[in-house]
């Protein structure tokens, strides 16, 4: 696969002025630049509100961190008790075996761990280590890899891990997180398919598209052959300002990923992650957006719209009464255990 990863190469196809080469090479200095062929097919030129371009093309905005903003938004380094592991929930673990991505999202929440630059591939024995403690902890149920992105994996080294993975008989369900179907399909083939599955595991896989016209015919076509081979597909989404901030483009992504044998699962609110800022909706937008789905589109198709609660303190459900406004601007959030916290935090430090 080739991608485009400089600034020079983005201004050559047509992409960016020349006048912004300061900018995409400041960005890019920073932060992680990929566009693979995939998502380069689909960007329009000349349209400059163009909802893939927003998502892959690096913004001088990005350079600019908010108060509120922090490395590590959602508290993965406070919840990793060895390394490559993120114990957040009793009953799951997320194992992140690889730090690199096929495709660099501009909003990404992990965009100071990943990259060339970033936290790289789990060495041998921190793997080996990460394993230990999953085996170790008979209450974790279901193992999530994810990174970076593990479907940049080989076969080889994929199939490998899940037959460690069969091997801890308190594991019972291993879930990947992955751009791959959609920004390279064609790595989807019949060995990498048969590496997600072990003996006595049940396979999801989690497929991060954020607008309808990522999912190509040959996108769908990677999707089918999971789904036909016996992996369950589930959607993650993330809500983004001037990319699917509109309830028509939400429905359309919905529906499409119920007509893919997708189960639309999470819609996510932007991360606190820094320089994303101009990604972000409000809340009220967010929950006004996904209340209108409701009538408009089958009950197949709702997403459940989600908030990582800075800090670690896991997911709360906001559309529901789980955040309530406290009169400043701000929210109270109640996390998993019935804890109150802050939105956006009072204090942001890392």
């Known amino acids: 696969m080739t991608a485009l990863r400089t600034a020079g190469e983005i201004i050559a196809a047509g992409l960016a002025p020349e006048a912004r080469r300061d900018e995409l090479d400041a960005v890019a200095a920073r932060y992680a ?52 592991i993120v114990h957040r929930y009793p009953d799951r673990v997320l194992l992140k075996a690889v730090h690199v991505c ?28 990460a394993i230990g403690y999953i085996a170790a902890h008979t209450e974790i149920w279901e193992v999530l ?19 460690r993975l069969a091997d801890i008989p308190h594991v019972k369900v291993v879930r990947f997180h992955t751009r791959v179907p ?18 006595g595991k049940t396979t999801y896989l989690a497929v ?24 369950a597909l589930i959607s993650q989404t993330v809500l983004l300002k001037g990319v699917n901030d509109d309830p028509d ?28 800022s101009h990604f972000r909706v409000s809340i009220a937008e967010g929950q006004a957006l996904v209340a209108g789905l409701r009538g408009r589109i089958s009950g197949l ?12 303190y896991g997911k709360a459900v906001i559309e529901a009464a789980s955040i309530t406004a ?19 935090p009072e204090t942001a430090t890392e």
């Open 208 to 231: 991060h598209a954020n607008h309808p016209r990522e999912l190509t015919a040959e996108a769908r076509a990677a999707c089918a052959r999971m789904v036909e081979a016996g992996v």
């Open 102 to 129: 096929p495709v660099y999202c501009r909003f990404c929440f992990r965009r100071e761990m990943v990259g060339p630059q970033g936290l790289g591939t789990l060495s041998a024995e921190a793997l080996d280590a």
């Open 301 to 312: 198709a709702q997403p459940t719209y989600i908030l990582d609660i800075p800090g670690g």
């Open 249 to 276: 483009v939400l429905a359309e992504l919905m529906q499409a990923f119920v007509e893919l044998r997708i189960r639309p699962y999470y819609l996510h609110h932007p991360d606190l992650a820094p320089g994303t």
């Open 326 to 344: 406290t009169g400043d601007g701000c929210y109270s959030v109640r996390d998993f255990r019935g804890n109150e916290h802050r939105y956006p």
């Open 182 to 199: 959609v920004v390279e399909p064609e790595r989807i083939d019949a060995a990498l398919i048969a590496a997600l599955k072990a003996s």
């Open 33 to 84: 630049v990929a566009i693979p062929d995939a998502m380069l097919r689909l960007i329009d030129p000349t349209d400059p509100n163009d909802p893939i371009a927003k998502q892959f093309i690096p913004d001088g905005r990005e350079l600019v961190t908010t108060p509120d903003e922090r490395a590590d938004p959602i508290g993965d380094l406070s919840h990793s008790p060895v390394e490559g």
């Open 145 to 163: 890899l994810t990174g970076g992105d593990p479907l940049i994996l080989s076969p080889r080294r994929l199939g490998e891990m899940m037959a």
